[in-house]
């Protein structure tokens, strides 16, 4: 299994963890990718089948305190964030502009 978080613009700010199957996260983070935008995934992959994707992840929820790592990050309501997340869609890949030295130094190690 693999955890995904979850980060949307609603005001309880939860930004929840939920696990998918290989195959789930697959199909959501096609590649090398480690981060989506909801709508780009109903784009690539239509509306029914990113809810037969989805729908099964709201039923495996897993508290933050039991994760072993965060796989992917999915995220809602992200018109405002598009323009700063990395083209490739990998974390290693964050304009070194919004990221601090330890991660450059960090994601420049694992490319």
Same mark, same amino acid.
């Given at each position: 299994? =693999?955890?995904?978080?979850?980060? #949307? $613009?609603?005001?309880?700010?939860?930004?929840?963890?939920?696990?998918?199957?290989? #195959?789930?996260?697959?199909?959501?983070?096609?590649?090398?990718? #480690?981060? @989506?935008?909801? @709508?780009?995934?109903? $784009?690539?992959? &239509?509306?029914?089948?990113?809810?037969?994707?989805?729908?099964?992840?709201?039923?495996?929820?897993?508290? =933050?305190?039991?994760? =072993? &790592?965060?796989? &992917?990050? *999915?995220?809602?309501?992200?018109?405002?964030?598009?323009?700063? *997340?990395?083209?490739?869609?990998? @974390?290693?890949?964050? #304009? @070194?502009?919004?990221?601090?030295?330890?991660?450059?130094? *960090?994601?420049?190690?694992?490319?």
């Amino acid at each position: 299994m =693999k955890n995904i978080q979850i980060i #949307d $613009a609603a005001p309880n700010a939860t930004f929840s963890i939920f696990q998918a199957t290989d #195959d789930e996260f697959g199909e959501i983070f096609p590649g090398e990718r #480690d981060l @989506e935008i909801a @709508e780009d995934l109903v $784009a690539r992959v &239509g509306e029914e089948r990113a809810i037969e994707l989805l729908n099964p992840l709201w039923q495996r929820p897993i508290l =933050k305190r039991d994760v =072993k &790592g965060i796989h &992917g990050t *999915l995220f809602y309501d992200a018109d405002a964030r598009r323009e700063f *997340l990395p083209n490739s869609r990998r @974390e290693l890949d964050w #304009d @070194e502009r919004y990221i601090n030295q330890a991660q450059r130094d *960090l994601f420049r190690s694992h490319r």
